[in-house]
């Protein structure tokens, strides 16, 4: 299954549940949809918990270039928002 991503408004907010995909290629997938990000666009990460590790990557990464926001911090679910620098 493909998804299409359009980049329909500079707002847009694009969903990746990292739940369904295997552990071996999280990471790169993560990153592969941060890199497809417009500036300005949101990625809406929702996972089973809190991705520190991932967290320090995408900061050595990317650095200032994508804001991390938490929408909710609670054991079992997570949900966080990558928003790519305009």
């Known amino acids: 299954m ?8 500079p707002d847009a907010i ?4 990292a ?4 552990k ?9 949809a941060l890199d497809a ?11 089973d918990h809190d991705p ?3 967290l320090d990557q995408l ?4 650095g200032e270039t994508v804001a991390v926001t938490y929408r909710q911090r609670e ?3 997570v949900v966080i928002d990558f928003v790519k620098a305009a």
Do not use: C, K, Q, W
């Open 2 to 9: 493909s998804t299409v991503h359009l980049h329909l408004s």
């Open 52 to 54: 520190l590790p991932l």
């Open 37 to 47: 990000l417009h500036p300005g666009e949101t990625m809406r990460f929702v996972n």
């Open 19 to 22: 739940r369904g995909i295997a």
């Open 14 to 17: 694009y969903p990746f549940d």
């Open 24 to 32: 071996r290629f999280r990471h790169a997938a993560i990153f592969g």
């Open 59 to 62: 900061a050595r990464r990317y």
């Open 75 to 77: 054991p079992g679910g």
